[in-house]
């Protein structure tokens, strides 16, 4: 597969790609409106490679959620706190979930060609001494992609025999909390399929922190990898 940025130019090189029948991933996505416009992206191309008789028995498309950096690395505390809106870690994990599993539920109502795929999950929250992985126990029996890093995968076996696995895909975000995250404008405009355009998809907080992280991390690599050469070159 092919990764694509959440970015306008992005979902419009996602069609692109797949009307040619290539696999695409979409990254860097955090909010509905992003998630959406890439499944769009992705059913139009479809459309144009089934109408050029384009092969696509191997062609796949997965549209991923960088879960809990949408939570921990944009303005939703931020926001919170300026509102006076209290939220708890599981507060926060709820705003992820909310916008993940309205997106897997939009994406199988419509008949959407791609699978969710999600990433950056987290063991947490913490309630009453006891640890959860809501990222993964939340969306337990849904048709999604799970990207576990060995980090994850480490501390899920610190707790895992705790672990009670049932479906719970179809269920709810509870009101309340639901009703208290729409008061703050970071979640409500990314729980919106409208709320935002394609235009400020690469202007997102969370975009723009996790580009500079990633670019960081790419010119860290390129040093390495110099400074080896030179080595053995010198």
């Not at 979902?11 to 959406?36: A, D, H, W």
């Not at 708890?88 to 969710?116: G, H």
Request: aromatic share 10%; glycine share 6%; charged share 30%.
């Amino acid at each position: 597969m092919i990764k694509v940025p959440g970015t306008k130019e992005g979902y419009e090189v996602i069609k692109v790609l797949t009307s040619r029948g290539i696999s695409t991933n979409n990254t860097l996505t955090f909010t509905l409106p992003q998630l959406m416009t890439c499944a769009k992206a992705v059913k139009e191309g479809v459309a144009i490679a089934k109408k050029n008789g384009v092969d696509l028995t191997r062609w796949r498309s997965v549209i991923t959620h960088m879960t809990a950096r949408y939570g921990d690395l944009g303005d939703l505390r931020k926001e919170a706190d300026a509102l006076g809106i209290e939220i708890s870690e599981a507060d926060v994990r709820w705003a992820e979930l909310a916008i993940f599993k309205k997106a897997y539920r939009l994406v199988k109502e419509r008949n959407y060609p791609s699978k969710m795929l999600i990433c950056s999950m987290r063991v947490s929250p913490i309630i009453n001494g006891k640890k959860h992985t809501w990222h993964l126990e939340k969306l337990a029996g849904g048709d999604i992609v799970f990207t576990c890093p060995p980090s994850y995968i480490e501390g899920l076996f610190e707790f895992f025999d705790d672990i009670e696995f049932r479906p719970q895909i179809e269920e709810e975000v509870p009101k309340e909390v639901l009703d208290k995250l729409m008061k703050i404008p970071y979640f409500e405009r990314a729980y919106r399929e409208d709320g935002y355009r394609p235009e400020e998809f690469d202007t997102h907080p969370v975009m723009i922190a996790t580009a500079t992280e990633f670019s960081k991390a790419t010119e860290t690599m390129v040093e390495f990898v110099a400074k080896r050469l030179a080595a053995k070159c010198g």
